[in-house]
Nanobody, 126 residues
Framework: QVQLVESGGGLVQAGGSLRLSCTAS????????MAWFRQAPGKERESVAT????????YYADSVKGRFTISRDNAKNTVYLQMNSLNAEDTAVYYC???????????????????WGQGTQVTVSS
């Protein structure tokens, strides 16, 4: 099992930027695929971005392509989500997630996840 702790959420104006971080415990991080999901009130949890174990493959939901960037630093056991050009539709609780499989060729779905973080709130004011 791996524990995931997110940080970096908050309140931002439309058009602004935020960077989320997720730090993992355990050596398994460097061999896990990582992902960010989000869940808005009254909606299902949705995939945002996925990155493979080495950072050579990344995948994004259509709604965030060109605005969000997922990256990782295995030396720091940390995965990031840089969010630019934020709008009100990006308001949600953002969750970090791990899948204990090194390689991935698709955007991970909630049912693919092995371990979840506790979530961090992102609110975009218009």
């Amino acid at each position: 099992q791996v524990q995931l702790v997110e940080s970096g959420g908050g309140l931002v104006q439309a058009g602004g930027s935020l960077r989320l971080s997720c730090t993992a415990s355990g050596r398994i991080f460097s061999s896990a695929s990582m992902a960010w999901f989000r869940q808005a009130p009254g909606k299902e949890r949705e995939s945002v971005a996925t990155i493979n174990w080495i950072g050579s493959r990344t995948y994004y939901a259509d709604s965030v392509k060109g605005r969000f960037t997922i990256s990782r630093d295995n030396a720091k056991n940390t995965v990031y989500l840089q969010m630019n050009s934020l709008n009100a539709e990006d308001t949600a609780v953002y969750y970090c997630a791990a899948r204990f499989v090194s390689e991935t060729y698709v955007l991970l779905r909630p049912r693919d996840v092995s371990s979840w973080g506790q979530g961090t709130q992102v609110t975009v004011s218009s």
